[in-house]
């Protein structure tokens, strides 16, 4: 029996998924302008659209996932809870004081 994906599960798989999917499509329509299509203006004006549309889904994808990750890394607790229960507060990075000084 499958578990429904919680709020905060990461969904890259899906993700990377649908975009290999359109991808191939893409890929695939401009294979055929490339080997079989005329070379006519509207022609060509379809294949630098199908190329623009590849650069900005690979771009969108690349960026997307740096912004995804600098979120993710921004919002996460700065160090785990003591065990012992004895922490209230996530405890932060201090500075060490070298004791020779």
């Known amino acids: 029996m499958s578990q429904k994906p919680r709020a905060?599960?990461?969904?890259w798989t899906i993700r990377r998924?649908?975009?290999l999917v359109v991808l191939g499509w893409l890929l695939g329509n401009a294979q055929y302008i490339i080997l079989w299509g005329n070379?006519?203006?509207l022609h060509e004006q379809a294949f630098l659209a199908l190329m623009g549309v590849i650069v900005s889904i690979v771009?969108?994808?690349?960026?997307?996932?740096a912004y995804d990750?600098?979120?993710k890394r921004k919002h996460r607790r700065p160090?785990?809870?003591s065990p012992?229960?004895?922490?209230?507060e996530p405890r932060?990075?201090?500075?060490?004081v070298d004791p020779e000084f």
């Open 8 to 11: 905060g599960d990461d969904n």
């Open 17 to 19: 998924r649908v975009m």
């Open 39 to 41: 070379e006519s203006a």
């Open 59 to 65: 771009g969108c994808y690349v960026f997307g996932a």
């Open 69 to 71: 990750d600098n979120s």
């Open 79 to 81: 160090f785990p809870r």
């Open 84 to 88: 012992f229960g004895d922490d209230d």
């Open 92 to 96: 932060l990075a201090r500075p060490r």
